[in-house]
Structure formats: structure tokens, C-alpha cells
């Protein structure tokens, strides 16, 4: 194992979040906030630079990642970014409890939007703005950023880019992963300043389309306010908001793939046709199902649409009230907080690619029974799926479905409620954020048990398997 080049890079991965803080910093300057805030900031900046220039002091001359290194980074990174950032909370009390802090800043990195707090209120607008930022580093991936800008020519560092990315399946879509980080990234910021702007056109002042279009591009949910999107009362912004999450939880690589002009392969994705075809099918269910609720035709539409939008793409936003809403709704928002968005996107979930593929499987075996002689492939786009790529999604649905059981009887020891214990489970390992059958938030569990729930929002959001295998003993020796 190459552990100077493991900590050599995590160190420049420091230094990057030295950078990210200059944001807050540049806030509270500007909100002439309290001299605490300023300085608590500063002091975590000062404390990330002096680990990250003693961790790159020397470079090593053995700069060979394997895929062992690779896992070890990405979740180094994740663990460490996540604390280091929950300290500017801690050392203005404005979350004096470090546990408290590290979840919240956790669930920002991951875009899980799960939050601890009884109210935003409590936050500086810097503090506010960071804890709205680290959703938007973390919607695409903290080491897809900093590949992006890292000196780093010799593209070895596949391992930590597959590692991080969400869903099955990724590949570079240039020939230098470099430049494959980079695109990503443009075309995520671009959309961002876009949805930004329009938001500020709509009526939001500058700040607040700043931290809004920062919870829906990284599809994190976290509002700036304690009545969340409601808070607005304007329906042109909800709207803007719902087909935003939508197209933040499409694959990025598709993105790119208009911008080349091809169309027709676009709008031909498999997985992206289940996509669309679960909104729509979701929201004609459900509006059928709550329309009586409402008293306008326009605005059942907009509150179904929300919060179809806000579940499918782990937002996790809230604007309608749904404890109103029948049983049968309700379900259906459980599964699609299940499965999520397209995989490459921002969003959490178990992934649309993986459902399908796993239907296709069924399939498959289906006719496998009725035709035991015949020889069955599986395509996706067209393109067979190799068979070792079809164990993998086999092997990944066994321990997802282990660890999310696992986690439910965990939590059953904090809470009588099964849709409690269920639905936060189901959040914190999908990304997805709202506890349902409740009307509290996380802070209704125990210390330990926010400290797990906070490790798992980085496992889910990691895939499960780098974080899993960092706690290893065999992945630390020396074979």
C-alpha cells in the first residue's frame, strides 16, 4: 500500500477545503458578522492548512494509485472533510455539540439534507451559506472537484473517480480523466449559475437564490428557511425548483452528450425513459389519490408535482403538508425515496440503472424457465452487459438490502415507531433526508446513533463498498 501517496493527496484535499472555506469567510466580511464567527472560520483554516502543508512537504516519488488506495482516499476524504467542516459550527456555538455538527456538515457533503436543527434560525448567514455549499461540492463528488483541479497529469486515478460516483456503471467520457472531472463539473456549474439566476429573476433575493439553487443543484434539500420552500408562498419558484431537481437527477454524461448533439441518444436511454416514466405515472397516481385535498385544480398539480420531484430526486425539499395525504401516496413516496434518481446524477437512492437492470435479470430468468435451451444476453442502450457487471448489481442489491435491515433494527433501539426507524434508514442510506411519521427531525436520536447515522449517509453516498472496506483489517496490510 502506498500510504505517503495517501497522504500526500489528502493533505492537497485539506488545502482544497482551505479554499471552500474562503466562501463563508468572504460572507461573514460582507455581513459584517460577529468577530466569533470570523474568527472561528479562520481558526479552522488555519488549522487545515498547517496539517495540509506538513502532508505535501515531500512528494513522493512512488505515485502509483491502485484500487486499494483509491477506496482509502475516498473515504478518508469524505470522514475528514466532513469534520473539519462541522468545526466553524462548533467553535461558534452555533452547534456547540461536535457529534451535532459532524452530522449536519455530513449530511451537506453527501446531499442528504437531514438536519439536526430546530431551526436555521441559529446560523449566521455564513454559517448558513456553508452548510448550503457543501451540498453543492458535494453534489457531484468531492473528488470529481478536486480531479478537476488538481495538478495531476498522469490519469491513474480512475480507482478514486469509479469509487465515488454514484451507480453502476462509469466510464470516462473523454480520454483523459482529467478533462472527463472537468466537463462534469462545467456542465453542473453551468446549470447552477443558470437556476441561480432564474431564481433571482423570479423574486428571491441574491442570497437566498444562492442557497436554494445550491440545495437543488446538489439535490441536498437543505432550505434556508424553517418552513422550507413554503416559506417563498410563490408558485412560479416552486415550479422552478421541481423541474430543477428533475433535471439534477438525470446522468451528467447524458449532458454532454447534447451538448455534441447527439439528440436522439439522449432521449433513447433506457434508464432515462424509466425515469420519466416513474414521475409521471407518480404524480397522475398520487394527484389522482390527494386532489380533493386542494381546493384549485393548479395548485394540487404543483404540490403533487413538488413533491414527487423532491422525493424521486433526493432533494428531499418539503412544501406541502403531506400527513394529510392517504396511505397510498405515502407509499408511493416511499419507493420512489427507494430509487432515486439516474445514476452519474446529484441524486441518492439505490439507483434507476440498477432497477432496471435487476428487472431486465427477472426477465431473463423468466425465460430462462420457459426456454431452458435458449442463449439470453442482456442490453442496456443496446450495448450487452457483460456478466460480471450483472454479479456486481446482484452482489451490491444483497448488501445494500442487509445493511438497510441491519440499520433499521439498530435504530428500533431509539424509537417505537417502525416508520420512524424505516424512514430515517431508509434517508440516511439513500441520501434522501425527511424522517416520515413524525414531526421532529434527527436530533430525536441518541449521540451513538447519530454518529452511525452519519457514517452511513457517507456510505450510501460512496456506494457502500469503499466505506465498507476501509473498515477492513485486510485492506490496511501490506498483500
Known amino acids: 500500500m502506498n500510504k505517503r501517496m495517501i497522504s500526500y493527496l489528502l493533505a492537497k484535499l485539506l488545502l482544497i477545503e482551505v479554499a471552500l472555506l474562503g466562501v463563508p469567510l468572504i460572507t ?49 476524504c469524505w470522514l475528514l472533510w466532513s469534520f473539519f467542516g462541522a468545526l466553524p459550527f ?8 461536535l457529534i451535532d455538527a459532524f452530522f449536519e456538515i455530513t449530511a451537506g457533503f453527501t446531499t442528504t439534507g437531514a438536519t439536526i436543527l430546530p431551526s436555521t434560525n441559529v446560523l449566521s448567514h455564513s454559517l448558513l451559506l456553508w452548510r448550503s455549499f457543501t451540498q453543492l461540492i458535494g453534489g457531484m463528488g468531492m473528488l470529481v472537484f478536486a480531479l478537476a483541479i488538481l495538478d495531476n497529469y498522469q490519469n491513474n486515478n480512475l480507482e478514486v473517480m469509479q469509487a465515488e460516483m454514484a451507480g453502476p456503471i462509469f466510464g470516462k467520457i473523454v480520454a483523459k480523466l482529467k478533462n472527463t ?8 456549474f453551468i446549470l447552477f449559475i443558470i437556476l441561480t439566476i432564474i431564481l433571482w429573476i423570479a423574486g428571491l433575493s441574491f442570497y437566498d437564490s444562492l442557497i436554494t439553487a445550491m ?12 418552513n422550507n420552500i413554503a416559506y417563498h408562498n410563490n408558485p412560479v419558484v ?19 452528450l447534447l451538448l455534441l448533439g447527439k439528440i436522439r441518444t439522449f432521449f433513447k436511454n433506457e434508464e432515462l425513459k ?28 404543483e404540490k403533487v408535482f413538488f413533491q414527487v420531484a423532491a422525493t424521486i430526486s433526493s432533494t428531499g425539499f418539503s412544501h406541502p403538508d403531506i400527513s394529510p395525504w392517504p396511505l397510498f401516496s405515502q407509499t408511493i413516496l416511499i419507493g420512489l425515496m427507494f430509487c432515486g434518481g439516474m445514476a452519474g446524477s446529484t441524486a441518492g437512492g439505490f439507483k434507476l440503472m440498477r432497477i432496471l437492470i435487476l428487472l431486465k435479470l427477472v426477465k431473463n430468468q423468466m425465460l430462462a424457465t420457459l426456454y431452458p435451451n435458449r442463449v439470453l444476453t442482456l442490453h442496456i442502450n443496446q450495448t450487452p452487459l457483460d456478466r460480471q457487471t450483472q454479479d456486481s448489481i446482484l452482489r451490491y442489491s444483497i448488501i445494500y438490502f442487509m445493511m438497510l435491515a ?29 424522517i416520515l411519521g413524525t414531526s421532529q427531525n434527527f436530533n430525536l436520536f441518541s449521540p451513538i446513533t ?30
Open 181 to 188: 472531472a472537468q466537463i462534469l463539473y462545467l456542465i453542473y
Open 215 to 226: 440545495a437543488t443543484a446538489g439535490t441536498g434539500g437543505f432550505a434556508g428557511y424553517e
Open 28 to 76: 461573514s466580511l460582507i455581513y459584517r458578522e460577529n468577530l466569533k464567527i470570523t474568527l472561528s472560520i479562520l481558526l479552522t483554516m488555519t488549522l487545515l492548512t498547517l496539517l495540509g502543508l506538513i502532508g505535501t512537504h515531500l512528494k513522493p516519488q512512488n505515485q502509483k494509485l491502485y484500487t486499494k488506495e483509491g477506496l482509502i482516499i475516498v473515504s478518508l
Open 90 to 97: 462548533v467553535f461558534s456555538g452555533q452547534i456547540p455539540n
Open 406 to 434: 441491519g440499520l433499521i433494527l439498530i435504530l428500533s433501539l431509539d424509537t417505537n415507531d417502525f416508520l420512524v426507524a424505516f424512514s430515517a434508514a431508509l434517508s440516511t442510506l439513500n441520501n434522501i433526508g425527511p
Open 450 to 479: 447519530k454518529v452511525l447515522l452519519s457514517i452511513m449517509m457517507i456510505a450510501g453516498r460512496l456506494e457502500i463498498y469503499p466505506l465498507l472496506l476501509f473498515f477492513l483489517p485486510r485492506t490496511w496490510s501490506k498483500i
Open 274 to 301: 424509466l425515469y420519466f416514466f416513474i414521475i409521471i405515472s407518480s404524480s397522475l397516481a398520487i394527484w389522482l389519490n390527494v386532489k380533493h385535498l386542494y381546493p384549485t385544480l393548479p395548485e394540487s398539480i
Open 238 to 256: 416552486t415550479n422552478i425548483i421541481s423541474v430543477s431537481m428533475i433535471l439534477f437527477g438525470i446522468n451528467f454524461n447524458l449532458y454532454y
